[in-house]
């Protein structure tokens, strides 16, 4: 069988990395004093090691909500005599200026520093430390590291990090003087107060630069590297004639980034004229962006004088007339949010655009790192693309959107286009093509937004998009997050409503068809105060609609063979809400059934059946046993709630009216009236409570309804319910209720039919009810 899309499992090298950081105190290191996570003695840990346990640390802090960070976990990579660090990729606020000092003492060869706004100039002094190794640098949208921390003079102590007091004086004492081996520098986002020129000017030997929004007073000192500089990077950065010509210079460049965010904001007008400098002059280039710009005059080769054919990357065919100069097709090409995205023959193999799947997919991968603006704009097309046409690298798609949504996990825009995106990505057209992995990538990312944001829309996409998911099966490995997640965004009293009804639609789905513990454990989570909760509100708004129902819904099922949730039910004035139900709304036969089947479980606890024994609820139970609501359904289950009852016996029955005999009489007289080939709108996961009911003489009409629901069963969906019946010992129970002289006569026949359907189903185990299925939904 071939494996489905993104079904690669992690490497050794990965699981076994997890699995060190979530228990550091079991494999690596021990308490020490004033319980400081401590490095163990007779651990010694290469670079490889060591740069794959940082940055899959930051990996866990940002992705996994179970993932407790360590406030000393830095520490463990003071001393180099032990662990060696040459990689680090550090992001986001989580990061603080005492991080970067332990660390020190390594030797980095790399360090990637991005949106880490909690870093001050105190940082910039341990930059320091790295200048003779450091090839690499990254210091993108770190607004505040070239300035001093602000606050009193004092208050320079390790707590004072953790306050959010505004940055103060611009640190002006730190240049890159010995950074003698730095060829790589990212300084994108820098603020329009540091002097950039005075800043590099020490950097003599820069092969690549990124100075994206960053504000230039002059340009010419980018020719001090015009004989090295390979990679350069403007985004965002407004052109002039003296910058595009200072480039020109730039000779060696082999990629050119002078893209903009958008058309809208941009004064400089890209011409024919000097894109051909640009390919003229730039030789080795490979890989250029000049996304966002607006062209000034025709570029592009008029539609019928196009080359014919297929569209081609070959330079000579290019649509657009100064490309058709290059040597060679581009590696790849920027044309985002220009109007030369649309042509069709171009001169690149990767382009970024809005034409096509292609071209949206690369300006996701492209842009979602470093600019989320335009990965958001990128995947809300997307979301077009798989909500109106097809998506034909769903793979690919489903990856990029979920590791933008890992990667920028703080952005609104982001997480809303990205959860709206995987609704339609993984719906059932999709389905079949994605591996179990891929799909619980998709609910971890999708779990994480329903963690960060409150907000309606992304909690709805969110939610949406769970609901494309096989529930339980498939949030089983979340389930108790899920769950949290849930019963939070249905504890305002007036949440949206569209919220609110997707919201108990999962929460009545997750607890459906899962094992008792499960139950039990969201139980404790307050779920059955929050349905009751909504239930009230309703309620108070007289209002049956979807919520009210799949509320009696959810409790029908998380009370199923679950005392303890059932004993909530009571205690939270359940039995009250549902005679207020009973009383406002009379109609309702699915809310009826839905009650009724809860009230059902309730009765199946002996301890909690005298608090149902009032003549109240004993006269509303026989009442429903002439309800002809959903068929049989609210009449079956009242008749079930009073056969446990009765089951007790005589001696409990302390009221005088209504009579015990009046009540066992209507429910003969309930059961006679019923079809005994009605198809069912109840699931039974076991048939304890009723096998219960069958060998005793305390109450015959109890033994009826239980052997007539038997028999109700193994006819009508033989293959089901035959070999659970057979499973739990009902044919030996049945056969004692056959030695039984208290037994009714129609109960014993109706016995024996039921063993003879058994019987004939073992001899013959194929399904006879013409393809009929039980509705699986809930359970009685």
Not at 292 to 320: Q, W, Y
Not at 387 to 398: K, M, N
Request: aromatic content about 8%; some cysteine.
């Amino acid at each position: 069988m071939a494996a489905k899309a993104g079904d690669n499992p992690d490497s050794l090298m990965t699981l076994a990395t997890v699995f060190c950081l979530k228990n550091l105190r079991n494999t690596m290191c021990y308490q020490g004093f004033r319980n400081k996570l401590c490095l163990r003695s007779d651990i010694f840990l290469p670079s490889e090691i060591c740069d794959k346990l940082v940055n899959t640390y930051m990996e866990l802090v940002h992705t996994n909500s179970n993932f407790d960070p360590e406030e000393s976990f830095f520490q463990l990579f003071s001393d180099p005599r032990s662990t060696r660090l040459t990689r680090v990729q550090l992001r986001e606020d989580f990061v603080r200026d005492r991080d970067l000092e332990a660390i020190r003492k390594q030797d980095l060869i790399e360090l990637h520093l991005i949106y880490c706004n909690n870093l001050s100039s105190r940082s910039l002094k341990t930059l320091t430390c790295f200048r003779d190794t450091l090839v690499s640098l990254c210091l993108f949208n770190c607004s505040n590291i070239f300035f001093k921390k602000g606050g009193a003079p004092l208050a320079c102590n390790d707590d004072s990090e953790d306050s959010t007091s505004s940055r103060q004086a611009l640190e002006t004492d730190f240049n890159f003087e010995g950074f003698n081996r730095l060829r790589l520098l990212n300084l994108g986002g820098l603020s329009d107060e540091v002097d950039v020129e005075t800043l590099l000017r020490p950097l003599k030997s820069l092969t690549s630069l990124d100075l994206s929004n960053v504000q230039l007073q002059g340009t010419t000192f980018l020719t001090q590297w015009k004989d090295r500089l390979a990679s350069l990077v403007l985004y965002n950065v407004e052109l002039t004639e003296e910058l595009v010509n200072t480039v020109l210079e730039l000779v060696n460049l082999r990629h050119l980034d002078i893209s903009r965010e958008s058309r809208k904001t941009s004064r400089f007008k890209m011409t024919k004229k000097i894109l051909v400098a640009i390919v003229q002059r730039l030789i080795h280039l490979v890989s250029l962006d000049i996304s966002g710009h607006i062209m000034l005059d025709n570029c592009t080769v008029p539609h019928f004088e196009e080359a014919m054919g297929r569209p081609s990357i070959e330079p000579c065919k290019s649509s657009i007339y100064p490309f058709q100069e290059l040597k060679r097709p581009l590696q790849f090409l920027g044309l985002y949010d220009t109007t030369l995205c649309n042509v069709t023959h171009i001169p690149a193999y990767k382009v970024t655009g809005s034409k096509n799947e292609d071209q949206v997919l690369n300006a996701i991968e492209a842009y979602t790192e470093f600019r989320p603006e335009l990965a958001h704009r990128a995947i809300n097309q997307l979301f077009d693309i798989a909500r109106i046409q097809h998506c034909s690298q769903l793979l690919r798609a489903l990856q990029l959107v979920i590791a933008a949504l890992k990667c920028h996990k703080y952005d609104k825009s982001i997480q809303v286009t990205g959860s709206a995106a995987l609704f339609y990505l993984t719906n059932t057209e999709y389905r079949s093509d994605q591996s179990v992995r891929l799909r619980r990538e998709v609910i971890e990312v999708v779990l994480n937004g329903m963690e960060q944001y409150q907000e309606v829309t992304v909690q709805r996409n969110c939610c949406l998009t769970l609901c494309n998911f096989s529930i339980p099966e498939e949030l089983e490995f979340q389930y108790s997050r899920v769950n949290q997640l849930l019963l939070k965004i249905l504890e305002p009293a007036r949440q949206d409503e569209s919220i609110q009804r997707i919201a108990v639609h999962l929460c009545n789905a997750l607890v459906c068809q899962v094992d008792n513990h499960h139950k039990e454990a969201v139980g404790k989570m307050g779920f059955v105060k929050t349905m009751l909760n909504l239930i009230q509100k309703k309620l108070h708004d007289r209002m049956c609609d979807q919520v009210m129902e799949f509320s009696w819904s959810a409790l029908w099922n998380i009370t199923d063979e679950t005392p303890d949730n059932c004993q909530m039910f009571l205690n939270c004035r359940g039995m009250s809400l549902f005679l207020e139900c009973l009383q406002e709304f009379p109609d309702k036969q699915e809310l009826h059934r839905n009650m009724l089947g809860l009230l059902g479980n309730v009765a199946e606890v002996k301890a909690l059946r005298p608090q149902l024994l009032t003549p109240q609820f004993i006269t509303v139970f026989s009442n429903l046993l002439d309800s002809k609501a959903d068929g049989i359904e609210v009449s079956y289950n009242a008749c079930g709630v009073l056969s446990h009852i009765m089951f007790d016996g005589p001696e409990v029955w302390s009221m005088d009216e209504p009579l015990r005999e009046t009540v066992m009489d209507k429910m003969w007289e309930a059961i006679q009236s019923w079809d005994v080939s009605s198809r069912r709108n109840i699931n039974y996961r076991s048939f304890e409570p009723i096998l219960r009911l069958l060998p005793q003489t305390i109450s015959p009409v109890s033994q009826h309804w239980a052997t007539w629901a038997l028999y109700n069963l193994v006819s009508v969906y033989p293959s089901k319910y035959c070999p659970l019946l057979i499973k739990e010992g009902g044919i030996s129970l049945l056969e004692k209720l056959l030695d039984l002289e208290s037994s009714q006569p129609d109960t014993k026949d109706m016995a024996r039919k039921v063993m003879e359907q058994c019987e004939n189903f073992k001899e013959d185990p194929m399904e006879t009810n013409h393809g009929q299925e039980v509705n699986y939904e809930q359970r009685g």
